[in-house]
C-alpha cells in the first residue's frame, strides 16, 4: 500500500503541485481512507518528503547511467538525456494536451517556499549530482578528442546544466517537447562548431 500511494502521489503532485493535492484526492483513487493514508506517512509533509527523495534518487540513477556511460559519445549522452525526458513528458502530455507539467523536481521547485527544508535538500541536491555528471562527461569528452583540449569543460557543462535543470519550464513555456529537443541539440552543434577538432587541411 505504501508504494501504490507514492506513485499516485507523485502523479498528482506533478500534475497539481504541493498546494493542489490533499490526502482526500489520493484516497478515493486508492479506494482506500485518508486514515489509512495518515497511517503510512503521518502527514503531507513527509509523503512529499518520501515521494520527492525517490524520485530524485531513480532520476539522478538515470541520469547516472547516461552521463558516466564510456561506451556513449557525449552527443550520444545528450540524444539519451532528450529521450528520457521526452518519455517522461509523454505520459503527462497526451493527445492535444501540451505543455503539462510532467517532472516532480520541477513542480516542487516552483513550491520551495512550502514543502520545507528537506525537500528543498533533495532538489539541491539532485542539482549538485547532475552537475558533477555532465562536467566529468565534458571533460571526458575533452580527454577523448571530442573536444579540444583547450575547450572550457565547466563552461560548457555550466550551460548543459541550466537547460537539463530548466527542462520543464521549457517545455510548459513552449507548450511542446520540441522547444527542449531543439535547445539541447542547438547547444551542442554551437559546442562542437567551437570546440570539436577541426579537419587539417591536405597538404
Not at 534518487?57 to 521526452?86: C, G, Y
Not at 549538485?128 to 579540444?148: D, K
Request: glycine content about 6%; cysteine-free; overall charge positive.
Amino acid at each position: 500500500m505504501r508504494d501504490r500511494i507514492k506513485t499516485v502521489a507523485t502523479d498528482l503532485l506533478i500534475r497539481h503541485g504541493y498546494r493542489g493535492v490533499s490526502f482526500g484526492d489520493i484516497a478515493p483513487l486508492l479506494e482506500t481512507t485518508r486514515a489509512n493514508i495518515h497511517y503510512h506517512f503521518g502527514n503531507k509533509q513527509k509523503l512529499l518528503e518520501e515521494v520527492l527523495e525517490d524520485y530524485v534518487d531513480n532520476t539522478l540513477v538515470r541520469f547516472r547511467r547516461i552521463w558516466t556511460d564510456e561506451s556513449r559519445s557525449f552527443e550520444e549522452k545528450v540524444e539519451a538525456t532528450i529521450a528520457f525526458n521526452r518519455k517522461r513528458y509523454a505520459k503527462f502530455n497526451t493527445g492535444r494536451a501540451k505543455g503539462r507539467p510532467w517532472s516532480l523536481i520541477a513542480r516542487m521547485r516552483n513550491d520551495n517556499d512550502v514543502i520545507g527544508e528537506y525537500a528543498n535538500k533533495a532538489l539541491n541536491r539532485f542539482a549538485r549530482e547532475l552537475s558533477a555528471y555532465i562536467t566529468e562527461a565534458t571533460g571526458a569528452a575533452i580527454r577523448g578528442g571530442e573536444f579540444e583540449a583547450d575547450a572550457p569543460a565547466e563552461d560548457i557543462a555550466v550551460l548543459l546544466v541550466s537547460i537539463a535543470n530548466s527542462a520543464g519550464p521549457i517545455t510548459q513555456d513552449a507548450g511542446d517537447f520540441e522547444r527542449l529537443a531543439e535547445l539541447y541539440r542547438a547547444f551542442l552543434r554551437t559546442a562542437k562548431a567551437a570546440y570539436a577538432p577541426q579537419p587539417r587541411p591536405r597538404a
